[in-house]
């Protein structure tokens, strides 16, 4: 087995250390969420520098300016019908007034869950487009298209008919793809998810540049991520747990 070395970046340590914030009444099962509370493939192989691939699509997966004040991480599966519910509602009012005007910035982990035969196949596709800083535009295709591809017992052939939509590099996103590039970053951010106490999609744990914190689980509406955000800027959220510090008694 060929093993990917993984870097250890600081936003996936900033998800472990949520873990006290999140408790265990926000995700009772391993699903989908509904609204909640708030709480030439060969012959590229050779050329790759597989640690290149992993920073870029790492990168990628970013969105917003560098220097934000607050943070929110989504937690999401491309084949969860309620993350698609977002994706394609909520998500582009956040990206108009707040990603795009500079005061959040927004981090997709990847959860793909064994029920969803091809999430894991779809994660790859946007990561793989991300090392293309193509994330996002193939994270819009995936969750418009979804009820298209996630009934296919291989969508692959789907998958690689949105990065020629989107212009990538055929033989580096067939590489990619293939030979498994981003899967150590997405087994990551699976586990650092289930360490946090995270079992469904999606879920969103805002990070306040004041070292607070909150988080939404679900679908939720526009409003709501307005609420948190509103809040975290006036300093109300809950103080973001340390590092390894353990979840406080119920």
Known sequence: MIRIRTPQPRHLRSLASAAALL??????????????????????????????????????????????????????????????????????RLDSAYLRTGRVKMLYINLPLTSHRQAFAAAEAAMCAGAQDKFYAMHDRLFATQREWSGQADATTRFEGFAQQLGLNMAEFRDCTQNDRTASLIVNDAMQAAGAGIQGTPMFILNGGNGQQTSLNGAVPFEQFVQAIDSLSAGRGTPAPQPGAAPPAS
């Open 23 to 92: 408790l265990a009444s926000v995700l009772a099962t391993s699903a989908c969420a509904q609204p909640g509370s708030t709480s030439q493939a060969n012959g590229a192989a050779s050329a790759v520098n597989v640690d290149s691939v992993v920073a870029r699509a790492d990168r990628g997966r970013m969105k917003g300016q560098e220097n934000a004040p607050i943070t929110i991480i989504e937690v999401s599966d491309f084949q969860c019908p309620f993350c698609r519910d977002f994706a394609t509602t909520t998500y582009a």
